[in-house]
């Protein structure tokens, strides 16, 4: 990846041609720029048991760390992206990441609960300037293929979520809360990663110009009416994906140690799993929905999701693990297309649009986390996955948006 980035001749050489041509090292790159941010990143949900026992935490504290984390990535985001859609910042991918090394460090030391508030925002600050940018380049690498290009980025940090726990449970949990500093080193590589990526990005600031200035505006086949409510609609859509996985990815461990007495270490290898899934999912997602259309991904996505997440509570520890796998797998499969389909929406907005999608999404799951926590709280940790499982039937709404046949080829 890093071979490829230090060839501008050949880089630039494509930027003029006629035919747009997929630029797979440079995805390559910012997937795996993406997939070490993310390990990072997803190290704060491993070690939650961690510190729970180490600061006598409840899970509404548990829920607000959560929530510091996601608040300052999606109040962030949206701003980052709106701003850089006419000042581009090549490389403020590389500043982004030298946050989340910051907020790393800061979690490694950090000796009490407020502490841990700080540093969790301060990741949530790394992720709300990568993902905006980050999602631009590789709208700009894909060759007009967005939405595989989407899926090769996401499914990066699919990889480095699903990749934290195993982390947690081999280091971080044996050898306590400082080892989480040994984690600086992978955002050093990626930070040398995404400079480089910034040199290329440079190099194509004009098409960013290009395509801001020829297709500002909504889209051109549809009135103001249906692409407001268009955009209503992949909010709630969302809000039912991403507060679910909220239930997953932040109480999961506790749902199989306190129903079936599982281990901590056991707990984090089904989350591998079921984090696992969700990359698979996420690698299909893109594809699938550039060759068969998003509207029809999305819906069996999020609705898809609906019998196995109304099974879930009822199953035992096998099926269990399987109907999560299942359900992550499917469920991923939704935010590549959503994704895309806003910017076919907006279309010469792709930074304000990445930013308020991906900073929707992380919002939703901060405040999923921290209302599902004071849930767990009060009714019981059983009682949230009950309440949870009917989220994926709000995917019945995607009957309302629009068949987009024709999209504009912009940037």
Known sequence: M???????????????DDTPRTHFKVLGAISFSHFLNDTMQSLILAIYPLLKGKFHLNFAQIGLITLGYQLTASLLQPVVGLYTDHHPKPYSLAFGMGCTLTGLLALAVAPNYHALLLAAALVGTGSSIFHPES???????????HGMAQSIFQVGGNMGTALGPLMAAWIVIPQGQGSVAWFSLAALLAISVLWKVGGWYKRHIRTITAGRTSYAGLHPDLPV??????????MVLIFSKYFYLASLSSYYIFYLMHRFQLSV???????FAFLFAVALGTVFGGPIGDRIGRKRVIWISILG?????????????????????IIGGILAS??????????????????????????????MAGIGAAVLGKLA??????????ICSYLPLLGILTAFLPDLRRSPAHV
């Open 377 to 386: 709280d009060r009714h019981g940790i059983e009682f949230v996955y009950h």
């Open 2 to 16: 890093q071979t490829s980035l230090k060839e501008p001749d050949k880089i630039d050489s494509d930027a003029s």
């Open 225 to 234: 009416r249906k692409v407001v409510m268009a955009m209503l609609v992949l």
């Open 334 to 363: 939704a935010f590549s297309a959503i994704l895309v389909f806003a910017q076919e929406l907006i279309p010469g907005k792709v930074g304000a649009v990445s930013g308020l999608f991906f900073g929707f999404a992380f919002g």
């Open 265 to 271: 270490q056991s707990a984090q290898i089904h989350l």
């Open 305 to 325: 999701t609906a019998p196995f997440a109304l099974a879930l509570p009822y199953a035992n520890l096998m099926w269990t693990g399987i109907l999560a796998f």
């Open 135 to 145: 999602s631009r380049v590789a709208r700009m690498a894909s060759g007009g293929r």
